[in-house]
């Protein structure tokens, strides 16, 4: 069957329109990659620290925030400083509804990253999400 | 008559088949509501947290062996082939992991090789394949059981899990028909009657597997008429009401296989781990054989106990299995020539009991006894072992030593002895990595970290200066002249430790020398109410009143109350919840319950920080720089605490990895004769020492809100150049000096240009 122009042009219009709704409707990654970590000694126990941290933040996009929060304080333990870990510890209370302990971790994201401007964006953008939460 | 006797025949056979039928249904009854409930008590298991190993970390090597040793790693001589083996060389050790299963966290056993460099891991890399390992967990270890009356250990198996091996090695050695009798065996009856006559002793038992279990269920072990007829009924119901291989494996979990210590082993799924540290699906053939050998005497054929016996009796099942055309001869051969070997187990005694009774506490709110005995739950929590072993034997030798050197601290009894605790804490999240709540468990299960209630003195004093910073600086000026207070119409004069020439100090000094007169002078500027509701707010659960002996810490507080107050310092404001326990597993791994870190900010972190830093200073120059001559070379903030007549000595010590607090003294309140400097302190340097892994040597970053200047070290208002010393000081940044210290003269003009000349001369010299 030989297609007319209009016919093409009218079936492509309706791919890229299906497609541009599929995308509109994809979920979005709860923690999308994240700006570069702060500058911080590569010291062997930050080093173990921030595994624990990726594997946190990929716990946290599979939408298990339990298991994520478990690893978290890990790396915590590991490495108090971190403020990357208090920022996916407070999207992990999120994720789980409680804007309380939430609230508290931003804060301490917000001590630790305050000198990394996508940071602050970042965590500014979260402080946001934890009102609409508390509303 | 004959017509009467034969009715009163018919009647009393009728009677008695009614008799039996309704007997019978009791029976069955009580059969299935046997088996149809739960039917065995699991005992629930505590276990500690995992342990985190990673290139680099530095490690106590002795610690850190003795931890293998109670997972169950056993020493080879050859590199390790299976789970739970182990070889140790000068500088690396091979372990073959067990698998690891937990609610977040799950991995599967394999071989891995860690090299050291003197105190620290040099590398982890898997002893297969060579790939280098980044972070590796062991898994936790077990701690404690609750076990219901019975002591029993079992581990519960699907019969799809046990290998046909094992099943026909059991029904070999105990139970050939099986398949087909129905309960009862009469062929089995008189083979055994034969036999035990040829021998003229008992040789062989002729009950079926089903009689076992309903002897075992059912029925008491004596051996009379009546109980063996009440076996043999039950036997026939058993068999009516369910299929084989239901019973068959009902049977592999009850039956009693040996013993651990007081505890029993039941069931072939608890005895493959006991014996083979397997799980039961993967036993071999000679494994099943041995296994199947001791239903007959566990503790007569156990390989612990007499492994050549124990050969005997496999070879026997192994040949009785061959007979029945159950194994080939190829596979008899194998089996027969290979040789008896366990997994070793070590009975340990009671571990970290302090923290288990503490836990226990809080576990019984969550899950009554019953539950806790019977239905098998796994409880995962915060403890690290290897601290904990650090911390007893910190405590142990620090107590012995102050006995040595102050004879009048021995005493004769036991419960008179000077006690001591101590408590470990990461200060973030609010772990309890240890907990030695007295010297000797068995002698006091008081618990002093968790129960006791003591007066905190100086090491109090920190949540005074907190309070303070609300108006005052580390600069300010503080009298440490001599005062009388009015406290209920008495007079009440406090004093100095030992006598000063300072009669005015900054605050940073009045803390860091701990001056008494110094800190009830903050307190009484910055209010005794104000001061209350710190006390409050940092959720200490004893009374506080606001007379000024407060100051000193005169009122009793619970130790885990002021080890989680001091949190507050260490971790940017921020009071953790004290959290022992972390998951609740039911027996197939299933998530019941989940306890995160929780927190609460309770102060600024710019607060905090400043304390910190004054805290450090007590660590630098203050009373508790004995520290650095004991090892402690790396930043840390602490605070000592002495009691009146030295009945309490306390040390309480941080850096933000890692929070400890150290307190010694008499039950009955006697005098340790003392400061907390000489008798707690060298407790905690020996426990910091001890667990090199907590250490990171990083301190705090100033965090917003906190500024430094350069003030007058006499006024501790702004320098000038007239001041003869200057110190560059940190403040609330609301609260940094605004005014030029009066005390000392502004140079004048011909004095600027003299000095701005001196100053040109020696740069251009320089």
């Given at each position: 069957m030989i297609m007319t122009p209009k016919i093409k042009w009218l079936k492509i219009l309706l791919a890229v329109a299906l497609c541009l709704l599929a995308v509109g409707c994809m979920k979005p990654a709860l923690t999308p990659e994240p700006p570069p970590s702060p500058e911080q000694p590569a010291t062997p126990r930050i080093l173990a620290s921030l595994q624990l941290t990726e594997q946190g933040r990929s716990l946290l996009n599979k939408g298990k925030p339990d298991a994520a929060i478990r690893v978290l304080e890990r790396a915590i333990n590991l490495n108090p400083g971190s403020g990357e870990n208090y920022y996916y510890l407070s999207e992990g209370w999120l994720q789980k509804g409680e804007a309380k302990q939430a609230k508290e971790f931003n804060h301490l994201a917000e001590i630790y990253l305050n000198e990394y401007p996508d940071w602050t964006v970042r965590i500014a953008r979260q402080k946001d999400r934890i009102q609409e939460l508390e509303k | 008559m004959l017509k009467k006797l034969l009715k009163i025949t018919g009647m009393s056979i009728l009677l008695l088949i009614a008799g039996l039928i309704i007997y019978g249904w009791y029976l069955s009854v009580k059969v299935e509501k046997r088996f149809a409930g739960r039917r065995w008590s699991i005992p629930s298991t505590v276990f500690s947290d995992i342990t985190t190993l990673y290139p680099g970390q530095r490690i106590n090597r002795s610690l850190f062996n003795k931890k293998l040793n109670s997972l169950g790693y056993r020493e080879v001589s050859y590199n390790p082939r299976k789970k739970g083996e182990k070889k140790t060389e000068s500088s690396n050790v091979t372990i073959y992991l067990h698998e690891l299963k937990m609610p977040s966290l799950a991995r599967k056993g394999f071989p891995v090789n860690i090299r050291f460099l003197q105190n620290k891991i040099e590398s982890i890399n898997r002893a297969d394949t060579g790939k280098s390992v980044p972070i590796l967990e062991l898994e936790p270890e077990e701690i404690m059981q609750f076990f219901g009356p019975e002591r029993e250990k079992r581990h519960l198996v699907s019969i799809h899990q046990v290998p046909e091996d094992l099943i026909y090695a059991v029904l070999a050695a105990e139970d050939g028909r099986f398949y087909k009798h129905h309960g009862i065996d009469p062929r089995g009856i008189l083979r055994a009657l034969y036999t035990n006559l040829r021998h003229g002793a008992i040789r062989q038992g002729g009950s079926t597997l089903t009689q076992q279990l309903a002897k075992n269920y059912f029925l008491t072990p004596e051996r009379t008429i009546s109980r063996k007829t009440n076996e043999a009924i039950l036997s026939v119901i058993i068999e009516a009401i369910y299929e084989k291989d239901e019973i068959l494996e009902i049977y592999l979990n009850e039956i009693y296989l040996g013993q651990k210590g007081s505890v029993s082993i039941n069931g072939v799924g608890e005895a493959s781990s006991f014996y083979?540290?397997?799980?039961?699906?993967?036993?071999?053939l000679p494994e099943a054989a041995t296994i199947a050998g001791l239903i007959k005497g566990p503790n007569h054929y156990s390989p612990y106990v007499d492994k050549s016996r124990c050969r005997d009796r496999r070879n026997m099942v192994l040949h009785a299995m061959h007979r029945k055309d159950w194994i080939n001869n190829k596979k008899l051969k194998a089996a027969l020539s290979a040789k008896v070997e366990t997994a070793g187990f070590s009975l340990q005694e009671k571990k970290a009991p302090y923290f288990i009774d503490y836990l226990s506490r809080q576990i019984e709110t969550l899950y009554p006894d019953e539950v806790l005995n019977s239905l098998g739950l796994s409880i995962y929590t915060t403890l690290d072992t290897q601290v904990q072993a650090a911390a007893e034997l910190a405590l142990e030798k620090g107590l012995a030593r102050l006995e040595k050197s102050i004879?009048?601290?021995?005493?004769?009894k036991v419960e008179e002895r000077l006690q001591g605790a101590v408590i470990v804490v990461q200060p973030k999240t609010g772990y309890i990595l240890a907990m030695v709540g007295g010297r000797n468990y068995s002698a006091s299960q008081f618990n002093r970290i968790a129960q006791s209630q003591r007066q905190p003195g100086s090491a109090f004093k920190p949540l005074v200066y907190l309070t303070g910073l609300e108006e005052f600086t580390p600069a300010s000026r503080l009298s440490n002249d001599p005062k009388i207070y009015m406290v209920n119409n008495k007079e009440w004069e406090p004093q100095n430790f030992s006598p000063s020439d300072e009669f005015n100090v900054s605050m940073r000094m009045a803390l860091v020398k701990s001056y008494n007169l110094a800190t009830v002078d903050l307190a009484m500027k910055t209010g005794l109410d104000k001061i209350v509701n710190t006390a409050a707010r940092f959720h200490f659960s004893t009374p506080v009143k606001p007379y000024p002996s407060l100051a000193l810490g005169a009122f009793e507080v619970i130790p885990i109350e002021l080890a989680r107050a001091y949190c507050v310092f260490a971790a940017d404001g921020m009071l953790p919840y004290p959290l022992s326990l972390k998951d609740v597993t039911d027996?197939?791994?299933?998530?019941?319950k989940q306890k995160h870190m929780n927190i609460e900010r309770l102060t600024s972190p710019a607060k905090a920080f400043i304390i910190s830093s004054m805290l450090r200073s007590v660590v630098t120059e203050g009373t508790a720089r004995s520290l650095i001559s004991r090892g402690i070379s790396w930043p840390v903030a602490g605070k000592t605490g002495t009691t009146n007549n030295f009945r309490d000595a306390w040390f309480v010590g941080y850096t933000p990895d890692i929070l400890a607090l150290v307190w010694v003294g008499f039950d009955n309140g006697d005098s340790v004769f003392s400061t907390g400097s000489a008798a707690a302190l060298p407790i905690w340097a020996d426990l910091m020492n001890s667990i090199?892994?907590?250490?990171?040597?990083n301190w705090y970053k100033m965090p917003p809100g906190v500024v430094k200047e350069t003030v007058c070290s006499e006024s501790g208002l702004l320098a000038h150049k007239g001041c003869p010393e200057s110190m560059e000081e940190i403040f609330l940044k609301e609260n940094v000096p605004a005014v030029f210290c009066p005390i000392h003269k502004k140079p004048g003009l011909f004095r600027k240009i003299f000095n701005f000349m001196r100053k040109d001369d020696y740069d251009t010299k320089n």
């Open positions: - | 083979f540290d397997k799980p039961v699906s993967k036993l071999s004879p009048a601290l021995q005493r004769k027996e197939n791994g299933k998530l019941l090199p892994q907590y250490v990171s040597e």
